[in-house]
T-cell receptor, first 116, second 116 residues
Framework: AQTVTQSQPEMSVQEAETVTLSCTYD???????LFWYKQPPSRQMILVIR??????QNATENRFSVNFQKAAKSFSLKISDSQLGDAAMYFC?????????????FGQGTRLTINP | DSGVTQTPKHLITATGQRVTLRCSPR?????VYWYQQSLDQGLQFLIQ???????AKGNILERFSAQQFPDLHSELNLSSLELGDSALYFC???????????????FGPGTRLTVL
């Protein structure tokens, strides 16, 4: 079974600085997708960024980028120019490709605090 | 707004009772997923339906059941409720049962269940 591990329960960063959230996963599949979701105090789950495992190029979405290391099974999220609105819980998630196995497997989350 | 709706937003009930949570997927989405978010277990997949049929089961208790109706809305039934069932229950929808990259899951706002 696939597992996702986020080893940083909490992180904090100064506004306008850069922060990196860590995520590792375990799978025997060769093709899969990885995601970072943001959960602000409203509790809504918001997709931040996604990565296809077969793509070597790291995904970027504005101030958000990932460092995807397939061999190491590592998928970290970098937030540049941190803003107060980035404060939230961040969840790393894995999704397989096989029919019947497209469920999302989530890590335990990292609570990010932005200091003004 | 993800386009996925869930009702009710909040539910307070007593141990031993039965409740029904409702989810309407995004227009055109055939798959519905249910997730439970609790403090001790994190975000866990419960069950997936595709076009009315059950496609995958996760850590769903026997006291819980779900179904997807012809109009594609889904209901999650929780019975013989226990204190430990208090959690945030999310519904997510996606476009098909396939594993395509653009088959991302869009989350509803969740239903917060409190069992007293």
């Amino acid at each position: 079974a696939q597992t996702v591990t986020q080893s940083q329960p909490e992180m904090s960063v100064q506004e306008a600085e850069t922060v990196t959230l860590s995520c590792t996963y375990d799978t025997s599949e060769s093709d899969y997708y990885l995601f970072w979701y943001k959960q602000p105090p409203s509790r809504q789950m918001i997709l931040v960024i996604r990565q296809e495992a077969y793509k070597q190029q790291n995904a970027t979405e504005n101030r958000f980028s990932v460092n995807f290391q397939k061999a190491a099974k590592s998928f970290s999220l970098k937030i540049s120019d941190s803003q107060l609105g980035d404060a939230a819980m961040y969840f790393c998630a894995y999704r397989g490709l096989i029919q019947g196995a497209q469920k999302l497997v989530f890590g335990q989350g990292t609570r990010l605090t932005i200091n003004p | 707004d993800s386009g996925v709706t869930q009702t009710p937003k909040h539910l307070i009930t007593a141990t031993g009772q039965r409740v029904t949570l409702r989810c309407s997927p995004r227009s055109g989405d055939l798959s519905v997923y249910w997730y439970q978010q609790s403090l001790d277990q994190g975000l866990q997949f419960l069950i997936q339906y595709y076009n009315g049929e059950e496609r995958a089961k996760g850590n769903i208790l026997e006291r819980f059941s779900a179904q997807q109706f012809p109009d594609l809305h889904s209901e999650l039934n929780l019975s013989s409720l226990e204190l430990g069932d208090s959690a945030l229950y999310f519904c997510a929808s996606s476009g098909s049962s396939g594993g395509g990259f653009y088959n991302e899951q869009f989350f509803g706002p969740g239903t917060r269940l409190t069992v007293l």
